[in-house]
C-alpha cells in the first residue's frame, strides 16, 4: 500500500504524518490477530510513484504534491533500541505496555546520539512508545548539526494547526519525528507484566525461549514475530524506504523485536537466522541504502572513528562540513 499523505496544510509538520500512522497503542489490526504475512514483503521494491514520501512534501513550501530531485543516490539509515527501560530493569515482559527509560536508560540513549552525533539524520521514525522516543530525542540532543526534533501529530485537526509552523527557516532547522504504533514493540499478550524467569520456571525455559525467539511461535493472546514483521516490515516499506530512496538519512528509534523484524528484512535472514540475532539496548546500527540494496555496517562508535567515514565519501563529506561549520 502507497504512503497517504494529507495535502490540506502542507507546509505543516502536522500534515505529513502518514495518515496509516497515527499513534494509537492498541491498534484495531495488532488486535485482529493472527496476521497474514503479506506476499513478497521480504524483497526490497523501488519507490512507486504514487508514493508521496514524507520529508519530500515536509520541506515543501508550495502546495504542490510534485516529486522534488532526489538528493543523492546513497542514504544512511540507523536503527536504535531503546535504552533500558524500567520494566528492562525489573526483567518483566513489556511488549505495548507505555514504560519509561532508567537512568541507566537514559545514559545510553545520550551514548548513542554521541556514536551517531555526526552520521547525517533528515528525518527520525519512532514507534508510538515513550521509551522509544525518549531514546531518540535524548540521542539527538548529542547531534553535531544542532537541530531540533519536532514531533509531528496528527491526532486531530487542532493538534495539526496548532502545531504549524510559520518559518521556513526554523523548519530548516528542525529534524521531523514521526511516531507510528506499527513500529511499536511486539504484543507479549498474557506474558505482559510478568517476570520472564518466573515464566521460565512456570512454564520451562523452552517453552519461554521458543515464545521470545522463535519466528512462527506467539506467546499467548500475543504476537508472533512474524506477525510483528507484518506491520513493522510494510510500514518501513511503504513509509520508510521511500524516504531512504531519495537520498534521505534516517533514524528509526524502536524496540528489539520490531528492529529484529525489520533487519530480517534488510540482511535477508532466514525465519531460522533470526532467532540467534540479539540487540543490546541503547546500541545504534548503521546501514547504507544504495542501488535499492541496503549494506550493513556495524555500529558506529563515534566522531573520531575512521571507519564509519572512510565506508562513503558522502559521510566523510557531511562530517568534515560539521567540522567547518564548528571550527
Ligand atoms: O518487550 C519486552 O519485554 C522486551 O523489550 C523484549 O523482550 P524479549 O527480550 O523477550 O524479546
Not at 535524548?138 to 501529530?153: E, G, N, S, Y
Not at 549494506?295 to 575512521?306: I, K, L, N
Request: hydrophobic share 35%.
Amino acid at each position: 500500500m502507497a504512503t497517504v499523505v494529507s495535502h490540506q496544510l502542507i507546509g505543516s509538520f502536522a500534515s505529513h504524518i502518514p495518515s496509516n500512522s497515527k499513534p494509537s497503542l492498541f491498534p484495531k489490526e495488532s488486535m485482529n490477530l493472527p496476521i497474514k504475512f503479506r506476499q513478497n514483503r521480504f524483497k526490497i521494491e523501488a519507490t512507486t510513484a504514487s508514493q508521496t514520501p514524507v520529508l519530500e512534501t515536509l520541506l515543501s513550501p508550495s502546495k504542490t504534491t510534485t516529486p522534488s530531485k532526489k538528493k543523492s543516490n546513497e542514504a544512511s539509515l540507523i536503527l536504535i533500541r531503546h535504552g533500558e527501560s524500567l520494566w528492562n530493569e525489573k526483567n518483566l515482559f513489556t511488549g505495548c505496555v507505555d514504560v519509561p527509560l532508567t537512568e541507566k536508560g537514559v545514559a545510553e540513549a545520550i551514548q548513542a546520539g554521541k556514536r551517531i552525533s555526526t552520521i547525517p539524520v533528515d528525518l527520525i521514525f519512532t514507534s508510538s512508545l515513550i521509551r522509544a522516543q525518549m531514546t531518540a530525542m535524548l540521542a539527538m540532543t548529542q547531534h553535531r548539526c544542532k537541530k531540533v526534533p519536532i514531533i509531528l501529530h496528527d491526532e486531530s485537526e487542532k493538534a495539526q494547526t496548532w502545531s504549524h509552523v510559520f518559518s521556513e527557516e526554523t523548519r530548516k532547522q528542525s529534524i521531523p519525528v514521526i511516531a507510528a504504533w506499527q513500529l511499536n514493540e511486539r504484543m507479549y499478550g498474557e506474558l505482559q507484566g510478568l517476570n520472564k524467569e518466573e515464566t521460565a520456571e512456570r512454564y520451562g525455559t523452552q517453552q519461554v525461549h521458543e515464545w521470545r525467539r522463535s519466528y512462527h511461535i506467539p506467546p499467548p493472546k500475543g504476537e508472533s514475530l512474524e506477525m510483528c514483521a507484518e506491520r513493522a516490515v510494510a510500514y518501513f516499506e511503504d513509509n520508510i524506504q521511500p524516504e531512504l530512496a531519495l537520498g534521505n538519512n534516517v533514524l528509526i528509534a524502536a524496540h528489539g523485536n520490531s528492529l529484529r523484524s525489520i533487519i530480517m528484512y534488510l540482511d535477508k535472514l532466514t525465519s531460522q537466522e533470526v532467532t540467534s540475532l540479539e540487540l543490546s539496548t541503547g546500541l545504534p546500527l548503521l546501514y547504507i541504502f544504495k542501488d535499492r540494496k541496503f549494506m550493513r555496517r556495524g555500529s558506529p562508535v563515534g566522531p573520531t572513528e575512521a571507519g564509519v567515514y572512510a565506508y562513503t565519501k558522502r559521510l566523510a563529506q557531511y562530517r568534515q562540513k560539521l567540522d567547518e561549520t564548528l571550527n
